[in-house]
């Protein structure tokens, strides 16, 4: 079926230190593939979309790599400030109408 | 832009009550969602709605009424409310999904207590 794993439920990091949020990926075909970001109080919003076509997608710091053959989409950034503070959820784009499938999400904490 | 607007913020309900949240959008969209989010388990799909005389279930829709009323407007009634029940319901609302309409806006969410 159509599904998408997170193993991590909560990262905790300091400033200045390196984001790394892991995300496995079960479909057929190639689907576009997005990272949400949910600041606390709010919606989920969407953080970055990368596609087939051209395999990464970036935004305010954040890298995504979609890796077809390990079927993976990890989310990445290189130094973390505390305003990154949020849930992070790994989303399955639909497809022939379908609605998207949202991940479990990943806690991040950025302490000062 | 636009902004989806969720009614009521709380809600508190009794065991065994019939519950209903509501949902407005003024981005124009087409389609419209419900999820239900709990600790650790992410965003699961209710209800959802492709156009204004759409109704689709999704994986969770055991439980639930949706209706849609009008184009702008989407409405989620919890048909009998379970002791100790606790999650956020979001709204969102995109253009539809088979059209790219990948991008959904959400609402701040109804946070549902019951005791």
């Known amino acids: 079926g159509n599904s998408v794993t997170q193993m991590q439920g909560q990262v905790t990091l300091s400033e200045e230190e390196f984001l790394f949020i892991n995300c496995t990926y079960s479909t057929t075909g190639y689907p576009t593939l997005f990272w949400y970001v949910q600041y606390p109080g709010e919606g989920p919003q969407l953080l970055l979309k990368?596609?087939?076509?051209?395999n990464k997608g970036s935004s305010r710091g954040f890298e995504a790599t979609y890796d077809k053959g390990t079927t993976s989409f990890h989310l990445q950034k290189a130094s973390v400030q505390e305003s990154d503070s949020a849930v992070y959820y790994c989303v399955l784009g639909g497809q022939g109408g379908r609605a998207l499938i949202f991940g479990t999400g990943t806690t991040v904490s950025v302490s000062p | 832009g636009g902004i989806i607007t969720q009614t009521p913020k709380f809600l508190i309900g009794q065991e065994g009550q019939k519950l209903t949240l509501k949902c407005q959008q003024n981005?124009?969209?087409?389609?419209m969602y419900w999820y239900r989010q709990d600790s650790g388990k992410g965003l699961r799909l209710i209800y959802y709605?492709?156009?204004?005389?759409?109704?689709q279930k999704g994986d969770l829709s055991e439980g639930y009424d949706a209706s849609r009323e009008k184009k702008s407007s989407f409405s989620l009634t919890v048909t009998s409310a379970q002791k100790n029940e606790m999650a956020v319901f979001l709204c969102?609302?995109?253009?539809?999904?088979?059209?790219?309409?990948?991008?959904?806006?959400f609402g701040h969410g109804t946070k549902l207590s019951v005791l």
């Open positions: 709605s492709i156009t204004e005389n759409d109704l």
């Open positions: 990368v596609t087939t076509a051209n």
């Open positions: 969102a609302s995109s253009i539809p999904p088979g059209q790219g309409g990948e991008r959904l806006f």
């Open positions: 981005f124009n969209h087409d389609t």
